[in-house]
């Protein structure tokens, strides 16, 4: 009577058990697709009017057919912060990034810049899965020769065999090095990618007006970005080439930091029309310093394009706002109106453990008696060679308050930074970034602090003599 008890309450409690597990399975399911019963879907279908193959393809060769490998992405989950959002459906967003930083960067992406597109693909230097997206591998198809011996790929074949997390293999292969040896190697398979993922991006989503390629860590300005496309011509047409013009050894390319535009006819050419041309640039990769720099080599010797508008990314990228409530006209987002909602608030005459990056464009004044890096003596302001030196610069480099009042001191300085006796000023007026110090004993010390401040009145006064923003001025491309 016992055991039949037991086994009777064994039953019912397994057959709750797998209740519970089967629902849960069907209810993933069920998130991932659209309702059978007609209600919304959570997620939005594929746009059927990129599914299929571009009309310009009949010269592709066999071993290269657009579409043949491609995956319909993940629909996307319906959000009323995206009732407002651009129409987005000609354009692709391919992110670039790298299985060390993936999960600290995707996430973000998916709930700001990815948040209320229909398509987008996402590329690594391993394959993943990321919250129910894939994450392909740029660099599985770089040739044999190049991969093999080549400490570039140290990382990608750690990566490979790693049976846990990516973090921790490379924690242990970077043992002592405090990650520089990890992101040094992470920017060395980097120049093996952009050329592979604009290939793989044109298999896998052939059909596109624009394609817009970015890394994890940008931020797109989409209201101003839709409305200046529509003014260009027509990109199956036209090779277009956008972004923000950088130089190596006199030759001019898009930085791949900021973004970069190519028009559906820039890749038809370079990738459709030119089967195998990621691979013919893998030795050039591997003697090169960057992917962007590689990439623009491709595009300039394969099909005679150059990059356009050198001032790219001050316009569309690099800020960090939310998509904000809705609006029934649409609107171009500002520089000003950004400042006022995200920079202005945070300004204060303190801010302890913080940089606002000072040094890095300012004038800094140094302790005579303490050692300094070569490039902070280049930088420093020579008083041993002035005739006469006001007290209030002899004294900059003593503490936060004597930097301050130097910063006061100058009419055209808004904001000034001190630790260690290094004193600078600058300019213009920056953000900036946490600066924690090292060593929590030199908390204690209150001058080995990263320690900034801002000259708030002055800069609100600049900015009420800027006056009202006049209509936006697009670039001519």
Known sequence: MFLHRWLGKFAAVATCIFVFLKTSQRLSEWSLRTSALGT???????????????????????????GNDRTPPVARPGDPLCASFPDTSNILVVVKTGATESYARIPTQLVTVLRCLPDFLLFSDLEQNIAGYRVYDSLDAVTRDVQEGNPNFDLYRRQQACPVDQQSCNADADEGNSGRQ????????????????????????????????????????????????????????????????????????????????????????????????????????????CGDYVLGLALNETINVGVSFAEFEKRFYELSPSPGPPRHHPVVLRFKDVYHEFVEPKLSVRRDDWDNLSEDEGVLYLDPKAEHAQWQKDRAKKLDRQISVPAVEMD??????????????????????????????????????????????????????????WNVRRIQDWVEKQGSCKEPVWPNV
């Not at 571009?54 to 657009?66: A, L, V």
């Not at 989503?205 to 931020?219: C, E, K, M, V």
Request: include cysteine; charged fraction near 25%.
């Open 40 to 66: 919304p879907s959570i997620r939005h279908p594929y746009s059927a009017t990129h599914a299929g193959n571009n009309n310009n393809n009949n010269n592709t060769s066999e071993s290269w057919k657009p």
């Open 182 to 289: 990890e992101q040094r190697r992470g920017w060395e398979l980097d120049k093996y990618k952009n050329i592979h993922i604009a290939e793989k991006t044109y298999r896998l989503r052939p059909s596109y007006d624009w394609y817009l390629f970015i890394d994890a860590d940008t931020y797109v300005l989409w209201r101003n970005l839709v409305q200046w496309l529509r003014k260009l011509g027509d990109p199956w047409n036209t090779k277009y080439y956008i972004g923000s013009a950088t130089l190596i050894d006199d030759f001019s390319f898009a930085h791949g930091g900021s973004g970069y535009i190519l028009s559906q006819a820039t890749m038809w050419n370079l990738v459709g029309n030119h089967a195998g041309v990621a691979n013919s640039y893998d030795m050039t990769a591997k003697n090169s310093c």
């Open 396 to 453: 900059a480099h003593k503490s936060f308050e004597h930097c301050r009042k130097l910063c006061d001191s100058i009419a055209k300085c808004f904001q000034f930074s001190f630790h260690d006796g290094i004193c600078a000023y600058s300019k213009s007026f920056t953000l900036g970034k946490p600066k924690p110090t090292e060593k929590m004993e030199k908390t204690e010390k209150d001058g080995q602090r990263w320690t900034s401040g």
